[in-house]
């Protein structure tokens, strides 16, 4: 009868387990043993009911412009309040540049140094200037520097992880 008591035993382990697994962390996280991948700050904004629309529409805008368009952080704040660009305010343009944490700022400004590069043919110094100046880009000069550093390596547009 001892076997019948651990078999029972046994199921009501697994079942705790499971019911702590499921009970635990959110969908993003995956709860116990499962791959922990807490939420980004860029996550929790698009998913937090208390901030308003204006906000959350301005966020993902902003996400667009960078991904789609490989533009600089000043310049996705430039074109989310520009009347000529998306025409939110300076206070949802700034929430929303200041959410995008997902963002990997040098991967744009690296992906923006190889079209000018390759498809423009400048020269490494004037990709710089581009990238860097107020009237280009407005790229960083830290991010900038990276962009220059690896914009002959090959496949490195869509690959600089871990950059921020």
């Known amino acids: 009868m001892g076997g019948m008591y651990e078999k029972i035993y046994l199921a009501l382990g ?7 697994n499921a009970g635990c ?75 995008m944490s997902d963002i990997d700022w040098k ?7 190889k079209t000018y590069r390759n498809d423009m043919h400048m020269s490494r110094n004037d990709v710089y200037e581009q990238l860097t100046s107020d009237a280009g880009e407005n790229f960083t000069k830290e991010e900038a520097d990276y962009a220059v550093a690896h914009v002959d390596d090959p496949d490195n547009a869509e690959n600089s992880e871990g950059t921020n």
């Open 25 to 99: 962390g959110s969908e993003r996280t995956g709860g116990i043993g499962g791959d922990a991948r807490p939420e980004t700050m860029q996550e929790q904004a698009l998913h937090d009911d208390s901030v308003s629309k204006e906000y959350i529409n301005a966020l993902i805008n902003g996400i667009e412009y960078a991904e789609n368009m490989h533009m600089s952080k000043h310049d996705v704040y430039e074109q989310l309040r520009s009347p000529y660009g998306e025409n939110f305010s300076e206070d949802a343009a700034a929430w929303a540049v200041a959410h």
């Open 14 to 20: 697994l079942m705790a387990i499971l019911l702590l």
């Open 107 to 113: 991967a744009n400004a690296l992906a923006t140094a």
